[in-house]
């Protein structure tokens, strides 16, 4: 998939050094990093660090005036933040060497917390197929899409996005007190 006009903008923008496609770049993408890095045993402050060298990156191929980019923006952010974070936690030493010099990874720790994850998507999974409709659906269009507000007002038939919020706002509330509920049993 080809960039769209508006990322081909960005990256020219960010090659001549433009601060609002700087941060549009920020504010689109950040937040995907960040959940990457947290997710991956890292902290807010590594998330920031790799995603300021991902800029950099980006920057240098970007200003490099040969670069092509050939996938979406976000995909190639995405790629280049994994490897910089892989590469920080080699260099972290999150593996260490066995005494006859074969590696091993520390995953007992690992395991459990993706046991106790898992078990959390289940209970989160369970209660959102419970939740019914539009709620379900008015969620997933809000974090799974990541659609605003206005859209989603239009798409559900609301007056306006105000009065969507405000239903988002109802069915969260309905779908906590459903994820408790099954956290209990």
Known sequence: MKPD????????GLAK????AIESIYA?????????????NGTYE?????????????YEKASSGTFELKCRLKTYIYSVSRRLWLKRLQQMKRFQADFNGQETFAVEADLEHHRQKNASFQMMDH???GLGEPCKSLLEAF???????????????Y???????????K??????????AESKK
Do not use: H, P, W
């Open 159 to 169: 007056t306006n996005a105000e009065n969507a919020k405000n239903q988002k706002y």
């Open 17 to 20: 050094n433009d601060r609002i």
């Open 46 to 58: 590594d998330a920031r660090d790799i995603f300021q060298e991902t800029m950099i990156v980006l």
């Open 127 to 129: 209660a959102l197929q």
């Open 171 to 180: 069915c969260l509330m309905r779908l906590k007190k459903l994820f408790f």
């Open 143 to 157: 974090y799974i899409q990541k659609k605003n507000m206005v859209e989603i007002a239009g798409n559900f038939g």
């Open 28 to 40: 689109q993408q950040y937040n995907m990093v960040q959940s990457m890095i947290i997710n991956n």
């Open 5 to 12: 006009f508006q990322e081909s903008a960005l990256l020219e």
